[in-house]
């Protein structure tokens, strides 16, 4: 490790032992969950309905793991496909370069699986239309039915390294269900990035026209399912650096 490197993660490590500091954090996403802040942005012309903080937590992550596959729940306007994607695409001609193979555009070798009961018409086409298209795969269905479960391993067969992205319903028993269904399909030393845990740290009654809240949410089901699976483990260094997120205790690290 070099200087930099280790005054980066003593700096991430103050964090953790600031309270004041991640109250900041907090109280900034409180500020603007209202104003609906998560869908002023974009990645390549798509919607992505995230988090500046997260979107960068997830390329060093995407870039760290080299996942051949990335498995997303949840799909909305496309944003985080697309954004999946293009990393994706990135690693792909990186390891062209290396290696001194040619780059077959037509045919790559990572892809992103997107899952969403409702996928819309005109969201559909913008993703099938998108230059990066060819690099999606997208599954109709609810993403705990056993039938999309299914399809989902098919894609994920024969996959060296796996990354799990969900942000799909957010009641704690729909994520719970998740968890126990894809989780498994993580590799170890990726992730299981599971969003909208921040729902069990604001104020009651955030979300009056949605069925999760205070106890019932995402942060409930990844306490749930890390109880129980060991291989698992809450990255907190990540919470540590980002302090303003809708993921905290949400990045799950598979250690073994």
């Known amino acids: 490790m070099n200087d930099f490197q280790m005054e980066t993660r003593q700096r991430i490590d103050a964090n953790g032992r600031d309270p004041a500091l991640r109250d900041v954090g907090l109280q ?20 992505i309905i995230q988090y500046p903080q997260d979107m960068v937590a997830m390329q060093e992550l995407i870039w760290e793991v080299r996942p051949d596959i990335i498995i997303e729940t949840g799909i909305a306007h496309g944003g985080s496909l697309i954004m999946s994607a293009s990393m994706l695409a990135m690693l792909d001609l990186c390891d062209a370069t290396e290696s001194g193979q040619m780059l077959d555009p037509a045919n790559p070798r990572r892809r992103v699986v997107g899952v969403d009961i409702d996928i819309r018409p005109h969201n559909r086409e913008a993703i099938e239309r998108h230059p990066l298209a060819n690099r999606i795969d997208l599954i109709q269905g609810s993403s705990v039915a056993a039938d999309v479960v299914e399809q989902v391993y098919r894609h994920a067969g024969g996959c060296k390294s796996v990354l799990v992205c969900l942000d799909s319903n957010h009641t704690h028993e729909h994520v719970l269900a998740e968890l126990e269904a894809y989780a498994p399909l993580v590799t170890p030393g990726s992730y299981c990035v599971t969003f909208d ?26 306490w749930a399912y890390v109880e129980k699976h060991p291989e698992f483990e809450i990255d907190r260094q990540i919470d540590n650096k980002l302090l303003i997120s809708v993921a905290p205790e949400g990045y799950l690290k598979r250690v073994r």
């Not at 900034?28 to 390549?44: D, E, G, K, Q």
């Not at 921040?198 to 990844?222: C, Q, Y």
């Open 28 to 47: 900034f996403v409180t500020a603007t969950t209202a104003p609906r802040y998560s869908y002023n942005f974009t990645w390549l012309g798509r919607p």
């Open 197 to 222: 845990t921040v729902i069990e740290d604001l104020p009651r009654g955030s979300f009056p026209d949605r069925p999760w809240d205070h106890g019932d949410n995402p942060k409930t089901a990844v």
